[in-house]
């Protein structure tokens, strides 16, 4: 298959698959069960329910101001722009809530996740480029090139403690903390930084020769091929991956009526006010870098634009693109046996108001405390920023409207239904009709748990 760099680029941008962490219709909802921990971690003693199941969650979510699709096809946004793409998915399977009591509970999730970024400075781009000529002739004018590209996904187990730690007559105080055992599977990287190149004209062509720049590539080691030469099997390839602990913690609030009952009375539903603080994915995931994995500076004088489309047309293995990229720079060396991608830690700030007859206003305010903008670190991040989401629930039905402003300014109006055991959610409603833009996603829940609105009322009001 021929290829180079240009067109592995854009293929990354066209083919990533569309973010995770946020089930937004759920935010601050005490019918969230099991999963209300991946927003807080001290939200399991806040359930409606005694126990939960929920069977299986999926989430894809993705952001980009580069990718737009027309009659069923992706075409990519013309024009000179800073781009970007950033995506996670989170798959779950099997997790468990259970409230021995009112006032303690536990929880498991075994989850998937990953997370995808891409960034450039600006530069023109068009679905016309097919070469590394085609690329620089359209660029002739940008100063230099920069870009960046970072992949991690992970298997983790999410165990989970919460409890109440002070209540009065018409408050409650809770805590929680949730340890994350992370088992790292896949990760890849690669940095383009501050290529330049002179354009020299002929009497039968143009030239553009690269004068200046570097850049760096890594992926993890299960990728490559066993000692014998052949392809890692599932066995290889999950035994040769790093496991790491990260820390989610949390703290929720509860507000109630003044009334002359006693506060025994009070439970996870009839709050007035509902306020949240969190600090979520403390910590990084670790993973053993390829042989291959190099970093490259000082161009080698005479390296053109044709040259580059002539070392990079048939590229199969990181073997080969270390190979290539050697020949393109007088500096080739070996990176750490070991490399690190911090995880999306961020500060979760959440306030879900009750206004009677299964109202609700949640307002979620997403803090990251990474940034991907950087060339230099591994890191990755969350897109929410801030959602407003009313909602009208009960224990078996439930109509959801998240309005959100992400992390990179877009503004997205989405909507969920659940009906029993189901919840369906679409991030962006413009994805009905038609995408102009391909930021965006969806979600979906399966859950088990009492069904019963007695049973679950007269179990919470129920004295500890």
Request: hydrophobic share 35%.
């Amino acid at each position: 298959m021929k290829k180079n760099l240009i067109t592995c680029f854009i293929l990354l941008l066209c083919l990533t698959r569309p973010e995770a962490q946020s089930y937004q219709s759920t935010y601050g909802s005490a019918y969230a069960g099991s999963t209300a921990i991946r927003n807080n971690p001290s939200a399991s003693v806040n359930s409606a329910y005694k126990w939960d199941l929920t069977l299986f969650t999926a989430q894809a979510r993705a952001s980009t101001n580069s990718l737009f699709m027309r009659n069923d096809s992706v075409f990519l946004n013309g024009g000179s722009r800073s781009r970007f793409l950033h995506n996670n998915i989170d798959i779950s399977l099997f997790n468990v809530l259970y409230k021995p009591n009112n006032r303690h509970a536990f929880a498991f999730n075994l989850r998937a996740r990953s997370y995808n970024h891409v960034r450039t400075a600006p530069i023109f781009a068009s679905d016309s480029i097919y070469s590394i000529h085609d690329f620089i002739v359209q660029n002739r004018t940008t100063p230099y090139l920069e870009a960046f590209v970072t992949h991690t996904g992970w298997i983790q187990g999410d165990f989970n403690y919460s409890r109440v730690l002070s209540e009065n007559h018409n408050s409650k105080l809770t805590g929680g903390l949730t340890l994350q055992v992370m088992k790292n599977i896949s990760a890849a990287y690669g940095r383009v930084s501050k290529m330049s190149y002179l354009e020299s004209k002929t009497s039968t062509d143009t030239v553009y020769t690269f004068i200046t720049g570097g850049g760096s590539f890594g992926y993890s080691s299960n990728y490559d091929e066993t000692a014998s030469g052949t392809t890692s099997s599932t066995k290889d390839f999950l035994k040769n991956t790093l496991t790491n602990f990260g820390l989610s913690l949390g703290v929720e609030y509860l507000l109630y009526a003044e009334a002359p009952t006693t506060y025994q009375q009070n439970n996870a539903m009839n709050y007035q006010w509902k306020i949240g603080v969190s600090l979520m994915d403390l910590g990084a995931n670790r993973y053993k870098s390829s042989e291959f994995s190099s970093q490259f500076r000082n161009i080698d004088p005479g390296i053109t634009d044709m040259t580059m489309d002539q070392k990079f047309m048939n590229i199969q293995s990181g073997r080969d693109l270390r190979d290539s990229l050697a020949t393109v720079f007088t500096s080739a060396d070996s990176v750490a046996t070991k490399f690190k991608i911090g995880n999306p830690t961020r500060l979760v700030i959440n306030v879900d108001r009750s206004f009677g007859n299964n109202l609700y206003v949640n307002a979620d305010l997403n803090i990251n405390l990474h940034g991907t903008s950087g060339y230099k670190r591994l890191l990755t991040r969350e897109i929410n920023l801030l959602t407003v989401t009313p909602r009208w629930e009960t224990l078996n039905w439930g109509f959801y409207l998240p309005i959100q402003y992400n992390s990179q300014g877009q503004f997205h109006i989405g909507a969920a239904l659940k009906a029993g055991p189901l919840v369906l959610g679409i991030h962006n409603l413009q994805w009905v009709k038609q995408i102009k833009n391909l930021s965006g996603g969806g979600y979906l829940m399966l859950s088990i748990h009492p069904f019963n609105k007695r049973k679950v009322i007269s179990k919470l009001d129920c004295p500890e």
